[in-house]
């Protein structure tokens, strides 16, 4: 799919583009390529000049090769942005390309998107910039509000993991947890926590992308500026993360702390049973002697003797155990 994005007004207007000859109609600042098909791409070099390297999105690109500048004045990044999805979380890799430098380009002061699924942060800054004008002027200041997008969506899971955790650590602290409930608390804290560690590492990320446009001294004073509050974005969600990461280790310990209490509840009752049963066996096994003139043995009361005796030699520690509380 490709699509253009022009400025009219202050608003940003989108337009999908199904032939080449559509490109020569609009003067975008932003070309959006998703899941670009192979003439796609060769509708953007054969109209703005530009080459779309193959590896463009590969997951195992070397990390030099993450942020540079061609000697045509093309500036490369390519950068995660985060999709949070319940299911199936995962970083989508997005190569963004951008020539500020060759005014006789017909691709000079436009922004490159190129990526192979949807992304969360470009819906969201769509959808502002339609609604508010004079949110974008430049690509550069695309580029920047993608970067803000993506913090701004990390926050917002941020705060969706952390309600999970209130949820999860109610049932954990309530007075009887079975291990149903605390397999369930578990499952949920390992999702937790594998999502707050995918934000962590695309934080990280996200910083070295938007630190890179701070060194490439193409943004003014303003978006210079704006390029430091978002640093500073990223690094309260880098301390949130580690908040995070601080209280899912304390509900695992508890979780597994219940865990052992109910093993414990099952072996107590093990170790009663064998301690009330041991008088018994042990009055049995004297009886089974066979001594001579034993009364038990020779009189008609001898065997309901014994077997009351054997009882009572058995209801004498669970009395002991109940009253000492260690039996519920």
């Not at 390529?33 to 796609?40: K, M, N, S, V, W």
């Not at 951008?98 to 000079?108: F, I, P, S, T």
Request: charge should be negative; glycine fraction near 4%; aromatic fraction near 10%.
């Amino acid at each position: 799919m490709l699509n253009v994005f022009t400025l009219a007004n202050g608003r940003l207007f989108q337009e999908e583009i199904e032939s080449l000859e559509e490109l020569s109609r609009f003067k975008p600042i932003w070309v959006d390529l998703e899941e670009p098909t192979p003439d796609e791409k060769r509708w953007v070099r054969q109209y703005y000049g530009l080459a779309i390297p193959d590896d463009a999105m590969d997951e195992d690109i070397e990390e030099s090769a993450r942020f540079y500048a061609e000697d045509n004045g093309e500036l490369h990044i390519r950068c995660d942005f985060l999709v949070a999805d319940a299911e199936h979380p995962r970083q989508v890799r997005v190569a963004f390309i951008m020539n500020l430098v060759n005014e006789a380009a017909r691709g000079h002061g436009i922004l490159f998107s190129i990526h192979d699924e949807s992304v969360p942060a470009f819906r969201l800054l769509r959808m502002r910039a339609r609604r508010m004008p004079g949110l974008l002027a430049d690509a550069k200041e695309v580029l920047l509000k993608l970067f803000d997008g993506d913090a701004e969506y990390s926050a917002d899971t941020l705060e969706e993991i952390y309600d999970e955790l209130v949820r999860a650590s109610k049932q954990v602290l309530e007075d009887n947890v079975s291990d149903q409930v605390a397999s369930e608390v578990l499952a949920t804290i390992a999702r937790q926590e594998d999502m707050n560690g995918r934000i962590r590492r695309n934080v990280m990320d996200t910083r070295r992308a938007v630190s890179f446009l701070m060194r490439s001294k193409m943004l003014d004073a303003e978006q210079f500026e704006e390029a430091r509050q978002i640093l500073r974005d990223l690094d309260s969600l880098d301390s949130h993360t580690t908040f995070l990461f601080d209280k899912i280790n304390f509900l695992m310990d508890a979780t597994v702390g219940f865990i052992n209490i109910n093993q414990n509840k099952i072996i107590k009752l093990f170790s009663v049973a064998s301690v009330a049963l041991l008088p018994p066996t042990l009055i049995a096994s004297v009886y089974g002697m066979n001594f001579q003139h034993m009364p038990e043995l020779t009189q008609k009361w001898g065997y309901p003797w014994a077997l009351g005796l054997m009882v009572a030699s058995a209801l004498l520690p669970m009395w002991y155990f109940r009253r000492r509380g260690w039996l519920k």
